[in-house]
């Protein structure tokens, strides 16, 4: 059984850093693609980070380059967001998600989620 579970989540005021966390089982990570996407009310999920496995390739969003780093600790089957410089603007329920394919940033490529976890950045 496959299961993505993220943590990390929380409020913090702009400015503030997060760190999320997305712990695989069922999988491992090598030879697929992990991503980070992201849901803020009223708007569609958007693509945030990828990491292909295999050759610790790195992709960002243009909105987030800079304040965001993807990372991955394969002893622990997990990946990582860490985020600073946060602002209200990064509110969203954040997911991770695993794709098949080497590397792509379309969710419709992504075919196992987590459940998501919020995080609201304060003004």
């Known amino acids: 059984q496959v299961q993505l579970v993220e943590s990390g989540g929380g409020l913090v005021q702009a400015g503030g850093s997060l760190r999320l966390s997305c712990a695989a089982s069922?999988?491992?990570?090598?030879?697929?693609?992990m991503g980070w996407f992201r849901q803020a009310p009223g708007k569609e999920r958007e693509f945030v980070a990828a990491?292909?496995?295999?050759?610790?390739?790195?992709y960002y969003a243009d909105s987030v380059k800079g304040r965001l780093t993807i990372s991955r600790d394969n002893a622990k089957n997990t990946v990582y967001l860490q985020m600073s410089s946060l602002k209200p603007e990064d509110t969203a329920v954040y997911y991770c998600?695993?794709?098949?394919?080497?590397?792509?940033?379309?969710?419709?490529?992504?075919?196992?989620w987590g459940q998501g976890t919020q995080v609201t950045v304060s003004s």
């Open positions: 998600a695993r794709s098949s394919r080497y590397y792509t940033v379309n969710p419709s490529e992504y075919d196992y």
């Open positions: 069922g999988l491992t990570f090598r030879s697929y693609t």
């Open positions: 990491i292909s496995w295999s050759t610790d390739s790195r």
